[in-house]
């Protein structure tokens, strides 16, 4: 049963706009959560972390909210360039060891 | 090189046979996970090293499946009389240590059982 989920498989913006990716977890003991970033034929990068105790980290262009009461998580990038072109994974955590991750969402930006 | 190495990138190998992927982790991280990714799933956690400690072995999906790590760093992953549900891109992944939850992945190794 897939415990962390990223309902969009794919998601494309204008370049200069807003991207939001979106995940959704079930169980309520998660307290870490990551994003990955992914090109292809490449590993997995990590791109921006949050812990249970905030429900808003920035770095840079790159924001996660935390939605503990919804269980819920999101990425937002903007401005979104044509590099950030990716697959984008989140995952979470209990223990912060053994991460769940979601099979990910295409974003595409469109020059 | 700078980054965590897998080899082989590739594999294909027939049903029934052993198979050993491995991973050089970035020197000095002392921790290190293997991971998969099978088609439309998300990545799973098989195994984690954490220095001296005995490996969380709790991901491994049947006792066909082993892992090792010599002297802190190179780990091997065994697959022993693969099936074709084994075929999936293995991923490896390390980090300074258990708290650092920054994971460095490899590029993985895609292993296809025919």
């Known amino acids: 049963d897939q415990q962390v989920k990223q309902n969009s498989p794919s998601l494309s913006v204008q370049e200069g706009r807003i991207s939001i990716l979106n995940c959704d977890y079930t169980n309520s003991m998660f307290d870490y959560f990551l994003w990955y970033k992914k090109y292809p034929a490449e590993g997995p990068t990590f791109l921006i972390s949050?812990?249970?105790?905030?429900d808003k980290n920035e770095d840079g262009r790159f924001t996660v909210f935390l939605n503990k009461s919804a269980k819920h998580l999101s990425l937002h990038i903007v401005p979104s360039q044509p590099g950030d072109s990716a697959v984008y994974f989140c995952?979470?955590?209990?223990?912060?060891?053994?991460?769940?991750f979601g099979t990910g969402t295409s974003l595409t930006v469109i020059p | 090189g700078a980054g965590v190495s897998q080899s082989p990138s590739n594999k294909v190998t027939e049903k029934g046979k052993d198979v050993e992927l491995r991973c050089d982790p970035i020197?000095?991280?002392?921790?290190l996970y293997w991971y998969r990714q099978s088609l439309g799933q998300g990545l799973e956690f098989l195994i984690y090293f954490q220095g001296n400690s005995a490996p969380d072995k709790s991901g491994l999906p049947s006792d066909r499946f082993s892992a090792e790590r010599t002297g802190g760093s190179v780990s091997t992953l065994t697959i022993q009389r693969t099936q074709q549900e084994d075929s999936a891109v293995y991923l490896c992944?390390?980090?300074?240590?258990?708290?650092?939850?920054?994971?460095?992945f490899g590029s993985g190794t895609r292993l296809t059982v025919v």
């Open positions: 949050i812990s249970s105790i905030k």
């Open positions: 020197s000095g991280h002392t921790a």
């Open positions: 995952a979470a955590s209990i223990t912060g060891n053994q991460f769940y």
């Open positions: 992944a390390s980090s300074p240590s258990s708290t650092n939850y920054g994971y460095t």
